[in-house]
């Protein structure tokens, strides 16, 4: 069975950092493109980023190009999302997905893990 | 990267067939068959309905379709049941290598 499991969401300062992390079992991880997804409170689903199976490539929205950097440990089996330079934007549940072919779609998620930034 | 346009919701009542549209441009949904359809119930995390605009995952009912004309992709559910009521998202693939999403649509059984 796939899962997908976030952890590392908390409660931070504006302009403060937080690092997500996702657990994958059940699958060969190795093999797969994945994404985050974020969504705000009440707010619709916001892609954020997506890195590829190797991990040599990594795409970004415009809303977080140069704060956020996702990676993996295919050894680990685990997606990271380093996030620096939060603003209150930021504040949301952030999903990961497994991509079922390059990019999308996306046939697995995560439950999610929250962050909230504020002061 | 702007949106994906969405209507903000639609309703039908039980048995019914409603349609979600999706309206993008030449360089997401017009230029890529690469259009996928999200349901999340509130509190839940989505689940993919379509994808490659008319492909259905294995077990996801067969009254789910999908369907898409240049920048417009369309959701449609027929024999609406109680249990569709939920949100509905679209998202593309796009020109930068990038994803985008719809707004998202609620969808009330009636």
């Known amino acids: 069975e796939v899962q997908l499991l976030e952890s590392g969401g908390d409660l931070v300062q504006p302009g403060g950092s937080l690092r997500l992390s996702c657990a994958a079992s059940?699958?060969?991880?190795?093999?797969?493109?994945m994404s985050w997804v974020r969504q705000a409170p009440g707010k619709g689903l916001e892609w954020v980023s997506a890195?590829?199976?190797?991990?040599?490539?990594?795409y970004y929205a415009d809303s977080v190009k140069g704060r956020f950097t996702m990676s993996r440990d295919n050894s680990k089996n685990t997606l990271y999302l380093q996030m620096n330079s939060l603003r209150a934007e930021d504040t949301a549940v952030y999903y990961c997905?497994?991509?079922?072919?390059?990019?999308?779609?996306?046939?697995?998620w995560g439950q999610g893990a929250l962050v909230t930034v504020s002061s | 990267q702007s949106a994906l346009t969405q209507p903000a919701s639609v309703s039908g009542s039980p048995g019914q067939s409603i349609t979600i549209s999706c309206t993008g441009t030449?360089?997401?949904?017009?230029?890529?068959?690469?259009v996928s359809w999200y349901q999340q119930h509130p509190g839940k995390a989505p689940k993919l309905m379509i994808y490659?605009?008319?492909n259905r995952p294995s077990g996801v009912s067969d009254r789910f379709s999908g369907a898409k004309s240049d920048n417009t992709a369309s959701l449609t559910i027929s024999g609406l049941q109680a249990e569709d009521e939920a949100d509905y998202y679209c998202?593309?693939?796009?020109?930068?290598?990038?994803?985008?999403f719809g707004g998202g649509t609620k969808l009330t059984v009636l």
């Open positions: 997905a497994r991509a079922r072919r390059a990019v999308i779609p996306f046939d697995y």
């Open positions: 059940g699958f060969t991880f190795s093999s797969y493109a």
């Open positions: 890195i590829t199976a190797s991990g040599n490539s990594a």
């Open positions: 030449s360089s997401d949904v017009g230029g890529y068959n690469y």
């Open positions: 490659d605009v008319t």
């Open positions: 998202n593309s693939y796009t020109s930068s290598g990038t994803v985008v």
